[in-house]
């Protein structure tokens, strides 16, 4: 939200996917019956790293765009997973429901994304990948976060 200068209104207004979530955040998602710090302080510049998307939003780009080179279509689909674990990923939940795509949920060193291989179910080979944000977190991805800094 930004402010006009010298006046108590939004200038405008944005809103956005929420790819870092503050401990706060987390808790509400958990515990439906959790009221939020509604008074004092609500910003912890100390622990902004952690969950403040605007300073780690490039970081985040230039993994997603490394991810997507090392990742070429063409190989077998049971191939993607070693790739990603012999590059540090913990593959933390895996969605195989349908027989022409596969979609991992993937942690290194803090950051999430989600891999998806959609490909030729006969041939077995996977022809589109996309790396996208990792936004509603399977319960394996929450713990492995939680162990990452």
Do not use: C
Request: net charge negative; proline share 3%.
């Amino acid at each position: 939200m930004r402010f006009a200068e010298g006046q108590d209104r939004a200038k405008s207004i944005a809103v956005e996917d929420n790819l870092w979530r503050a401990s706060e955040t987390v808790r509400a998602m958990n515990d439906f019956s959790y009221t939020p710090q509604t008074t004092g302080v609500l910003y912890d510049k100390a622990r902004a790293t952690t969950s403040s998307d605007a300073l780690r939003k490039a970081d985040w780009i230039e993994e997603r765009a490394r991810l997507e080179k090392m990742l070429e279509p063409g190989q077998p689909a049971a191939k993607y997973r070693s790739l990603l674990e012999k590059d540090g990923y913990q593959v933390t939940a895996v969605n195989d429901r349908e027989s022409d795509e596969i979609e991992y949920e993937v942690v290194k060193a803090g950051q999430t994304f989600e891999v998806s291989l959609a490909g030729d179910s006969v041939q077995k080979r996977v022809a589109d990948i996309r790396v996208s944000p990792n936004l509603w977190h399977a319960e394996g991805t929450e713990k492995a976060l939680k162990k990452q800094p």
